[in-house]
């Protein structure tokens, strides 16, 4: 069983950046592959950005040049550094571990806004 908890959203101005946190218990994230994904209100949760186990990365085209996803195996942890916000990335982002197992966090808001 992996738990997956997020952290760091929260109130941004349009412009501005967040980092959101993902850390995994358990001892296989340094083989697992990771994403973000994120969900607005009335749309569908889709994908933000990948990140393999070997640290290949893929993002979504609304966020590429603005948003990185990292990883850091010796703190379990994924991250995702969100810049240049916009109100549109406004959401709940969630963590996902999509190999070798499947597990979803709980998810944390974001809110762009002036």
């Known amino acids: 069983q992996v738990q997956l908890v997020e952290s760091g959203g929260g109130l941004v101005q349009p412009g501005g950046s967040l980092r959101l946190s993902c850390a995994a218990s358990?001892?296989?994230?340094?083989?697992?592959?990771m994403a973000w994904y994120r969900q607005a209100p009335g749309k569908e949760r889709e994908l933000v950005a990948t990140v393999t186990r070997g640290g290949g990365t893929n993002y979504a085209d609304s966020v590429k040049g603005r948003f990185t996803i990292s990883r850091d195996n010796a703190k379990n942890t994924v991250y995702l550094q969100m810049n240049s916000l916009e109100p549109e990335d406004t959401a709940v982002y969630y963590c996902?571990?999509?190999?070798?197992?499947?597990?979803w966090g709980q998810g944390t808001q974001v809110t762009v806004s002036s």
């Open positions: 358990g001892s296989i994230f340094a083989v697992a592959g």
């Open positions: 996902h571990m999509f190999s070798p197992y499947a597990y």
